[in-house]
């Protein structure tokens, strides 16, 4: 058989000239093959330190400097920089870090006492409050803070006053604007400055209430009694009614919208009305009127259906009529009426009735049997707010 050219004949080789034979490692056997070959795992590097790290970093550097000095002859200069520096790194490396303090907690707001009243007539006041008890006694770290605000602005930091020795505190002589002043407080101290406390507001009012008499009309003729006095002031205001001819007064509060009534007993001829209006704030406005009382006088006329009956016809029904009017001969409606029948021979017979609008009560009745002959009366009286009592009288009479 013929070799090919393009490839090389096979030699075996020739075994070592000591003559003895020399034994192959048998063949490895490949993975997947028979047994597993089990796979080991490489052991992770080992980590140098990081203060190693720059004290080798360090070494480099100095050594190279040593050998640069050695040639230009600088080396005990540089040497003392080396050290320097090297002890420099190594205190930074080794120095403990110290921890860093806790900040302060804020602390609750103080609280503000709300005035009985918020309106006042003076230009300041004396606020009061308290501060937690946890700073009691730290007014050199903590300080209260007080605000004011108009409607419609911000708050404005008005002063600081230290922390005292209670937990109660005073702001004497607060300054306060014209109109509504809303006033709060923080506590400010090493932690910062404290949530502002709830509002307590002050209403600033120096004006004078003005007084409006509606009626009656000054020097204006009234009949009765007494005399109502309708007007209009600040709302909530306290109004005072007296009548300096004869020392009587009368006291009211006027509605919110400054509405109120008033009456004043009169005196005959000429009677001088003072008024005076206190508002909420304290301050007070005055006005004055003068009434002549006139010759009218309260007024009730009693009628009945009957003024003669006969004792043979009973029983039989009457009905007893009151007009009352008030001295300027006005009907008045609304007024209790209280009427009596007395009968000869038959116990008295008694009602009420209220007026209508036209001034009118009236009271029905029987008369029984058993009355005998002789005169009766009817009466019927009012007792009134504004013009005091009146009655009326009238007869009826028993016949055969």
């Known amino acids: 058989m013929t070799a090919r050219r393009d490839r090389p004949s096979q030699v075996r080789p020739r075994p070592p000239s000591s003559g003895a034979s020399r034994r192959l490692p048998p063949p490895r056997r490949p993975s997947g093959v028979g047994h597993p070959v ?43 920089a080396i050290g320097s520096a090297f002890g420099g790194v190594t205190d930074a490396i080794l120095t403990t870090p110290t921890p860093q303090e806790t900040a302060p907690a804020i602390l609750p707001a103080p609280a503000l006492e709300a005035p009985e009243s918020p309106y006042t007539n003076t230009a300041t006041v004396s606020l009061r409050g308290t501060v937690p008890p946890e700073v009691v006694g730290r007014g050199d770290e903590y300080v209260i803070r007080i ?8 708050p404005q930091d008005v002063l600081d006053v230290p922390v005292g020795q209670t937990a109660a505190f005073v702001v004497n002589d ?30 600033l009012d120096t004006s004078k209430p003005k007084i409006t008499v509606t009626s009656p009309k000054d020097n204006a003729r009234v009949n009765g009694a007494t005399v109502k006095l309708v007007g209009k002031t600040q709302g909530r205001a306290t109004v005072v009614a007296r009548n300096e001819t004869n020392g009587t007064a009368a006291t009211a509060v006027a509605e919110n919208d400054g509405a109120f009534t008033l009456t004043v007993p009169m005196s005959s001829g000429a009677n001088a ?11 007070v406005g005055t006005a004055s009127l003068s009434v002549r009382r006139g010759a009218g006088k309260l007024t009730v006329a009693l009628s ?15 009905e007893l009529r009151a007009v009352v009017t008030d001295p300027n001969g006005r009907p008045m409606a609304g007024e209790t009426v209280s009427f009596t029948l007395s009968i000869p021979g038959v116990p008295t017979l008694t ?6 609008a036209s001034g009118v009560a009236t009271f029905k009745s ?23 009592d009146a009655s009326g009288r009238t007869s009826i009479t028993i016949v055969k």
């Open 38 to 80: 089990r796979a080991t795992t490489p052991k992770p590097a080992r980590r140098i330190p990081l203060a190693a790290q720059l004290a080798l970093g360090v070494a480099v550097v100095a050594l190279a400097v040593v050998v640069f000095s050695t040639v230009t002859g600088s080396l005990p200069r540089m040497v003392g």
């Open 147 to 154: 605000y004011v605000a108009q409607p419609d602005a911000m």
């Open 174 to 203: 607060l300054p306060l604007e014209k109109g509504r002043n809303d006033v709060t407080a923080a506590l400010v101290g090493p932690g910062g400055e404290s949530e502002p406390s709830a509002v307590v507001t002050y209403v």
């Open 273 to 283: 009305i003072s008024l005076t209006a206190t508002d909420l704030a304290g301050n």
């Open 304 to 318: 009945s259906s009957a003024y003669q009956v006969s004792a043979a016809k009973l029983p039989r029904s009457v």
């Open 351 to 356: 009602g009420e009735d209220t007026t209508d």
């Open 366 to 388: 029987t008369i029984p049997k058993g009355a005998t002959k002789g005169s009766g009366l009817a009466t019927a009286f009012v007792s009134t707010a504004d013009h005091g």
